[in-house]
């Protein structure tokens, strides 16, 4: 979102005004925002994605980013920072450590307190792979050129077919 | 299904819009309580990364097992990635999709898979940024009688479709800011009074500080029109259910009583400037010939506040929320059977406003 005073650079402050009984937002940024004086402590939160990408950010100096993080949807930690959401439940095991941290830092927890969850029985036994999920899979694999989980993948299809 | 425009509102159970009818607590101050909880299911890539193929497995998968789910029993399945971009902004405009599930939303084009089961009351989201979003919309401030109803919903899928879970992080989402709970859980409400006296933003900073986030009416990404607010928890994990509730009435509770403060404030030192204003307010929507929505967003928050007041007599609330929904884009031109030009559906939004007003409000003193 580009700034509503200046229309170049990106808005990073959201002012909330009241005009009459009218409430009307302004999008600054950091540069108009501060030679209008603005006080920023009441803007609109900013989106958590800022805190996801700079908690990755600092992750990514540790590890190779390119790597395959997980097995099962070929995620990397790059793909994670470029779009903010994460590819399958199994990325959670993948990166376990750096999401500890990150949950911790937008939860203030990473442990889960709530409704406990049993897999109901007829799906406790992890289903085996079908033809089709590992198709799939080798398609995305492809097209995200993790060549390497590709040629795991269409031996394991071999061995199906 | 076939993609054409001119969804029929009839099939949809209770028209998807019970929540308006004002019947719950607090509904002249609250328009509507919202429980959401997010689920993935395991064996899937999530939707942003599975390909079509795979979201319309699951789909199909999340279909079979509806047989064995009463509180979706009688449900009806619409598929938006087969439907015209006008009934789907008319799903959101009803607060039955999000913006995203519509793809009307510039950063997210509509997906394969994208459907919605539609129950009473209860809504079904398949293909969103989760697999699953749970939805309940319940009229008024009603957060326990929500939270009951979506758990029993989850509990049923839940038993027949298996959800992505972990040991210590809880229910597995796409954003890790759902992740836990998956739970968000939010009310509509009318602050006029915070907004006149200046307190707004004093009330906003201190909820935060609280845990929890405030939103414009269509929530993540909207912008505040008509001093509604919807206020929601900010964080999903490291606190029960319960606790994320009784936080949220707690605050809401809060709220309402520093709004009802300040009306009487409003009242007490600037009654006749007030009564003037309000009534203004009144006279525009009832003869105004050409309405942006906005405006009309904000007339409407002054008559509702006069309503509140009890200056303003012989107007339901129930008429002021109807008037809050079927004065949309997408409402007006459903009503008109075509597509309106903006122009075209200020004076569309003017008239439906006039017509309302003098049916339903006819003993307005």
């Known amino acids: 979102m580009l700034c509503d005073s200046c229309k170049e650079r990106d808005a990073v402050v959201h002012l909330t005004r009241i005009v009459d009984n009218a409430v009307t937002q302004l999008h600054l940024c950091e540069k108009c925002a501060a030679a209008k004086g603005v006080e920023t402590t009441l803007a609109m939160p900013q989106h958590p994605l800022g805190d996801i990408l700079q908690a990755v950010q600092q992750q990514a100096s540790t590890t190779s980013e390119d790597a395959p993080s997980c097995t099962f949807c070929g995620s990397t930690a790059r793909d994670f920072r470029a779009t903010g959401r994460l590819g399958c439940p199994h990325c959670y095991d993948a990166m376990e450590r750096s999401l500890r941290e990150l949950l911790r830092r937008l939860h203030g927890s990473s442990k889960h307190v709530g409704i406990r969850y049993e897999t109901p029985t007829a799906h406790v036994h992890t289903k085996p792979d079908t033809l089709h999920d590992l198709h799939d899979r080798l398609n995305r694999a492809i097209a995200t050129e993790q060549f390497e989980l590709a040629a795991e993948l269409r031996d394991r299809i071999r061995v199906l077919e | ?365």
């Open chain 2, 1 to 365: 299904m076939s993609a054409r425009a001119g969804l029929d509102l009839s099939l949809l159970p209770d028209g998807g819009v019970r929540w308006l009818d004002a019947s719950g607590p607090n509904a002249d101050v609250v328009i509507s309580t919202r429980m959401r909880l997010a689920r993935n299911v395991s064996g899937y890539a999530f939707t942003g990364r599975a390909r079509d193929g795979e979201r319309l497995r699951m789909l199909a998968q999340v279909r079979d097992a509806l047989g064995a789910v009463p509180s979706l029993s009688g449900s009806l399945l619409l598929r938006l990635d087969d439907m015209a971009t006008q009934d789907r902004q008319l799903l959101h405009e009803r607060h039955l999709v999000s913006k995203e599930l519509a793809g009307l939303d510039a950063q997210h084009p509509l997906r394969t898979g994208a459907a919605v089961f539609l129950g009473e009351s209860v809504g079904l989201l398949v293909n969103e940024e989760d697999h699953l979003r749970l939805q309940v919309l319940r009229s008024g401030f009603a957060v326990p009688q929500a939270f009951e109803t979506v758990q029993r919903l989850d509990a049923e899928l839940g038993a027949q479709v298996p959800f992505a879970f972990h040991r210590e992080f809880g229910f597995l989402t796409a954003c890790p800011t759902n992740t836990g709970t998956g739970l968000r859980a939010s009310v509509l409400i009318h602050l006029p009074g915070l907004v006149l006296t200046k307190e707004i933003g004093k009330v906003l900073a201190g909820l935060q500080q609280m845990g929890l986030t405030y939103r414009g009416l269509y929530g993540e990404g909207s912008e505040v029109v008509g001093n509604f607010f919807q206020l929601s928890n900010q964080t999903t994990l490291g606190r029960s259910e319960e606790e994320l509730q009784d936080l949220l009435v707690r605050v809401v509770r809060h709220v309402i009583e520093r709004e009802e403060e300040a009306r009487r404030v409003l009242v007490r030192d600037a009654g006749y400037i007030i009564e003037d204003k309000l009534w203004r307010s009144y006279g525009t929507l009832r003869y105004a010939r050409s309405l942006t929505f906005d405006e009309a967003m904000n007339y409407l928050s002054g008559v509702r506040l006069a309503v509140g007041l009890k200056l303003i007599t012989g107007l339901s609330v129930y008429t002021l929320n109807k008037l809050l929904i079927f004065t949309q884009s997408a409402h007006l031109a459903h009503l008109e059977g075509r597509a309106l030009t903006e122009g075209e559906a200020n004076l569309a939004r003017a008239r439906y406003v006039r017509e309302a007003l003098v049916s339903e409000g006819g003993g307005v003193e």
